[in-house]
Nanobody, 123 residues
Framework: QVQLVESGGGLVQPGGSLRLSCAASGSIVSINAMGWYRQAPGKQRELVARITSGGSTNYADSVKGRFTISRDNAKNTVYLQMNSLKPEDTAVYYC?????????????????WGQGTQVTVSS
């Protein structure tokens, strides 16, 4: 009933920038918090940044001052602007959203994940 589609990943040199987007679609009533996570090879998935429906944000210490999360509620889309990228930022980036969904006869709230987009920082 709900899909999250990410875009914007790729290969970039150290010090470069990328902008990730994640658009939610489907039987959506409302979207609560949205966030970006990443998973590097051999490591656990970790929170990168999170934004509430009201616009409050929090970031992993490793990306503070370099990454900015934002959202467009009218488009059901969350963004991650990544500047001053480092090789250690290389990972698959996933978006996650907590969404109120409507189906015939009821509504419920659930977490949904995107399929992931690869970000590689290398010279």
């Amino acid at each position: 009933q709900v899909q999250l589609v990410e875009s914007g990943g790729g290969l970039v040199q150290p010090g470069g920038s990328l902008r990730l987007s994640c658009a939610a679609s489907g039987s959506i009533v409302s979207i609560n918090a949205m966030g970006w996570y990443r998973q590097a090879p051999g490591k656990q998935r970790e929170l990168v940044a999170r934004i509430t429906s009201g616009g409050s944000t929090n970031y992993a210490d490793s990306v503070k001052g370099r990454f900015t999360i934002s959202r467009d509620n009218a488009k059901n889309t969350v963004y991650l602007q990544m500047n001053s990228l480092k090789p250690e930022d290389t990972a698959v980036y996933y978006c996650k959203a907590n969404i109120r969904v409507v189906v015939p006869g009821r509504e419920y709230v659930s977490d949904y994940w995107g399929q992931g987009t690869q970000v590689t920082v290398s010279s």
